[in-house]
C-alpha cells in the first residue's frame, strides 16, 4: 500500500515564459515525409519498440526496395527510413497498414512511447509493461467522435513522449512527457511533466529536445540522440545519458524534433520511488527555478488509462493558453497541470488514484490506490509518512551482467539470462544505423531460436527475447559476423555522429564516416578504446547544430571546415576546444574521453 505524501505543486516552467512558435510541428512520420538531402525520410512508430519478425521483414522489404537500404533505430525506439522517393508515400504506408505497422492514419505520429526493454525479460522491475504499452497504444489511436472517449489525443505532438517503466528507473530517466512508474503492491507512479530538471544547454548547442533530431544517433547505447523530428535523423552516441536532437534541414532551418528524448539531465534518483533518499515524491527543481513533476499514484491495472487521462489535461491546458505548445515543459506557469487538477480529471475519468497527500476539493483521494473499491468515495485523510521502497526483485544475472534499480543505463550488452532459465540477446547498432541485410538477420534469428519478438530501444539497440542460453550464444556469434554490436566493451559503444553529409546539406564533413575511421583506429589500438565504465561519450557533429548531441558531459567532435574541434563539455559549460586534422581526431577524442 502507499502511504499519502505531499502533492509537488505543479507542472509550471520556471516563471511564466510562454514558449512562442511561429510554425506548426513538423514531426515526420509515416505518412508525413520529411525531406532531406539524401531524399525523403520516414519515421516509422513503434510503441515500446515492440516488433514480430514478421513486421521487421516488411520494414527491410521497405527500406531495401523504397528506401537507401538502411534503417535507423532513434533514440525512441521508433525506426527511420531514409533515401525515399517522395511519391512512394502511398505505397510505403499501404506496407505498414498490412504489418499492423499503422493502425491509424489520423494518430500516426502521435504513438511515441519507450518502455524498460528488458521488462518481464531477466527478473528486475515490478511489472512487465508490455502489456501497459499495448493497452496505451490502443488508447492513443481512438476512433471515437471527437468529444469521446480519446480522440483528441490525436492533437499531441510528435514530439509528446509516453516513459513506461517497470521500476529499475532506465526510461524515467528519458524526460517524457507523461511516465509510468511501476511500483509494489500493483501499483503505479503517474508523472506529469519530468521530475528531474533540463540541464542549460552547452553554448552553441540547440537546446530544443525531441526525438526528433534527427540526425544523429550512434553508438549503441546512447538514448539522446534526436530521432530527427522532421529531419535527418540519426542514430546517435550509445550511451546511457538522454540526449537532445534539433534535427537539421535542407532548407538550414532546424530541423523539428521529436524522436529524442529531451535534453534532459538524468534523474537525481530515478530508481523506484519514492523512499528517503530517492527523491521523494515532491517534484524536482529546474536549474531556473520552478518545480516540474505532478505525481499520483494509480492502480496498474488503470495505468495507461490514468495515462491518457493526463495527456487529455496536457491538451486542454494548452488551449486555455492561447499557445502552440508541443512539450509539458513548455507550458507557461499560470496555465500549469496541478496535481490538484491532475486529480480531479481521474476521479471524472472513474480512475482510481493514491492520495500523495490532501487533494483539495476532490473527495475521496486515498493513501493507496488499491484500498479504494469504488471510485473515490470516502474522505480526505491527513499526509503521513511515505514508504521506503526496496530495490524491485532482480533475480537474473546475465553473462554481460543486469542493471539494478535506478541505473539509467541501457541494457547490457550480450546475453541477459532471466529468472525462467530462458535468455535475451541484447544488441547494438553502430552509429544507430542497420542494414536492411541486417534487419533480416535479426529477424531470422527471434523468429528461428526466440519467441520471434523484437524490441527495440531508445538507446539503439535491439533485445530479442526467448532463447536457451546454448541458443543465445549461438545468435550472438552469427549476429556478431554480420557486424552486430554483441560485446560490452565493443569500440563502438559511447561514440555517436549526426547525419553529416551527404544527407544534411549544412554540414562540413562527412562525419559518420570520420566517427567510423575513429573507431576502426580505436580497434587497432591507434584510436578510440572501447567504453569502459566512466569514459565519456563521444559525439561528431557537422555544424555547430550539433543535431542529437548527448546530454551529461561529453566530448564534442565539431567539424571546422579544416578538420576538428575537440571539446568536454557538460552542465556547467565547456572547457577550450583542441584544433585538430582529421588525421589527429581520433587520438584527441580518445584522449577527451578519459577526462574526468
Known sequence: MLAAMPLPPTTAPPGDETTVRGRTDACPGALRLHPADDGALARVRVPAGLLTARQALVLSLAAEELGDGRLDLTSRGNLQLRGLDAGCAAGLAERLRTAGLLPSDRHDRVRNVVASPLSGLDGAGYADVSAWARELDALLCDDEP?????????????????????????VAALGADVTLIAAPDGEALLRLGSAGGHEPAAPGTRPDPGECAADARGAPGAPGVADSCGA??????????????????????????????????????????????????????????????AELRVRAEDAPRAAAVAAVA???????????????????????VTADGLARRLAEAGVRFAGLGPVSGVAGAQTSATDAAGVHS???????????????????????????????????????????????????????????????????????????????????????????????????????????????????????????????????????????RAVAGGASGNGLPGRPRGRLPAYFSGCERRCGHPGGRWVDVLATGDGYQVTVRGATGAARGVDVTAEQVAGAVAAARGTT
Request: with cysteine; charged share 20%.
Open 146 to 170: 471527437e468529444g469521446s472517449g480519446f480522440a483528441e489525443l490525436a492533437q499531441l505532438s510528435g514530439r509528446f513522449l509516453f516513459a513506461l517503466d517497470d521500476g529499475r528507473g532506465d
Open 232 to 293: 535527418a535523423d540519426t542514430p546517435g552516441p550509445a550511451d546511457a545519458r538522454g540526449t537532445t536532437a534539433v534535427p537539421a534541414r535542407r532548407d538550414g532551418r532546424a530541423e523539428p524534433d521529436g524522436d529524442t528524448p529531451d535534453p534532459a539531465r538524468p534523474l537525481a534518483h530515478p530508481g523506484p520511488p519514492h523512499g528517503p533518499g530517492n527523491g521523494g515524491p515532491e517534484a524536482s527543481s529546474r536549474p531556473g527555478g520552478g518545480t516540474v513533476g
Open 314 to 336: 496536457f491538451l486542454d491546458a494548452v488551449r486555455a493558453s492561447g499557445t502552440r505548445i508541443w512539450r509539458v515543459r513548455e507550458l507557461p506557469a499560470r496555465h500549469a
Open 378 to 516: 470516502g474522505s480526505e485523510r491527513p499526509a503521513v509518512a511515505g514508504p521506503t521502497y526496496g530495490p524491485p526483485p532482480a533475480t537474473g544475472r546475465g553473462v554481460a551482467g543486469t542493471r539494478g534499480p535506478g541505473s539509467q543505463e541501457p541494457p547490457a550488452i550480450g546475453l541477459v539470462a532471466g529468472p525462467d532459465g530462458r535468455c535475451a540477446v541484447s544488441i547494438a547498432a553502430p552509429l544507430g544505423r542497420l542494414s536492411a541485410a541486417q534487419w533480416r538477420l535479426l529477424a531470422k534469428v527471434a523468429s528461428q531460436g526466440g519467441s520471434g519478438e523484437l524490441r527495440v530501444t531508445p538507446w539503439r539497440g535491439v533485445v530479442l527475447p526467448g532463447f536457451s542460453p546454448d541458443g543465445a550464444e549461438a545468435a550472438l556469434r552469427e549476429l556478431a559476423d554480420a557486424g552486430l554490436v554483441t560485446a560490452p566493451d565493443s569500440p563502438w559503444l559511447g561514440v555517436g555522429a549526426c547525419t553529416g553529409r551527404p544527407g544534411c546539406a549544412k554540414s562540413l564533413a562527412d562525419v559518420r564516416a570520420e566517427a567510423g
